[in-house]
């Protein structure tokens, strides 16, 4: 069978949540750009042992301590590369000065290296690493990241409620669930230097160019289950390749393990996603023939209560 429901307002004081809100997904956006990555791989045009610098010499050349790192690390959270975003040393502070700057991905980069790199295999969970790669795929590819994942993932599966968008574009199309800062969120920002904002700030038309490729993919809930039902895009890769991505490892991260931009809890194969205003699951058991998919327009501490429901729904795949 099947559940759905929306609760509360999709908009403080005003219009009801509704099933057909869009809103950013965070980082589920990383299982898109992983998805378009391995792609290229099955089309023989990227290869997992290759380093960086075999894709993009011009930044490697510029940053060195990335230019050894594989695209599996990059896939696989095993890069060392620190995160340019949830860090004391990253943009947090910049993006409060300023939350309709246009941000590069070589900007992002460059931001992330100012802090200190360990060795390449080193696991840790980094936006950093899913830059480097959507930087890979529209240069290999030759198309932007936008494109790819329209073309070759959302396209043939029918999703008519999902993009990327460009970097200047801040709008959600309508029905829109507006995004909001809780006292968590709130908290976490001041810790990372995304300070000065109340609670119940209305992030909806922040710039998001600093998630790109890591996080910045907008959809709705049946789209996001349609993307959970192909297990985050795997169903869309040769077989070979879906077994070495579900491979999953434990990257030091609480509650879960990674493959190749997918996360496993249990049973149960996806990824969470947080922006400054969402938070949202996506996730699918083959072996129970279930996909769990559930969304907030709130950040900060949300994503627990939604994997106690799943869990309370399926206590025997429990992740």
């Known amino acids: 069978g099947v559940f759905t429901k929306a609760y509360g307002n999709a908009v403080l004081g005003g219009a009801a949540a509704s099933l057909q ?14 998805t378009a990555v391995l792609q ?10 290759a380093p960086v610098s075999a894709y993009l010499p011009e930044l490697a050349a510029a940053q060195p301590q990335l230019a050894d790192v594989t695209v599996e690390q990059l896939l696989a959270m095993r890069s ?19 939350t309709s700057r246009v941000w590069s991905p070589e900007e992002l980069v460059n931001a992330a290296l100012r802090d200190s790199v360990e060795k390449p295999g080193t696991a840790g969970y980094s936006n950093t690493n899913f830059i480097v790669l959507q ?16 073309e070759q993932l959302t396209g043939p599966l029918g999703m008519q409620h999902t993009v990327l968008p460009p970097s200047t574009d801040t709008r959600l199309p309508e029905p829109a669930a507006h995004g909001y800062l809780d006292d968590e969120c709130v908290a976490e920002g ?3 230097g995304l300070s000065g904002f109340a609670v119940d700030t209305d992030t909806t038309e922040w710039n998001t160019s600093f998630t790109q490729g890591a996080g910045g993919v907008i959809a709705d809930l049946a789209d996001l289950a349609t993307w959970a039902e192909s297990t985050a895009g795997t169903d869309l890769l040769p077989a070979a390749l879906q077994e070495r991505r579900l491979r999953t490892q434990d990257i030091g991260e609480s509650g879960f393990e990674y493959g190749l931009g997918i996360m ?12 400054l205003g969402w938070e949202v699951v996506a996730l699918h058991n083959a072996g129970a023939g279930a996909t769990f998919v559930a969304a907030a327009n709130a950040c900060g501490g949300v994503t627990p209560v939604l994997l106690d429901l799943l869990r309370t729904l399926y206590p025997d795949d429990a992740p």
């Open 135 to 150: 930087m890979i795929a529209e240069k290999v590819g030759g198309k932007s990241l936008s494109d790819l994942i329209a």
């Open 190 to 192: 001041d810790d990372v």
């Open 21 to 34: 809100d869009s809103l950013r997904i965070g980082s589920i956006t990383k299982t898109f750009t992983a």
């Open 40 to 49: 290229l791989v099955a089309a023989g045009s990227v290869d997992l042992a």
């Open 80 to 98: 060392g590369l620190p995160d340019y975003l949830n860090t004391a040393t990253g943009i947090g502070a910049d993006i409060a000065r300023d």
């Open 264 to 275: 496993r809890f249990g049973h149960w194969y996806g990824h969470t996603g947080e922006s």
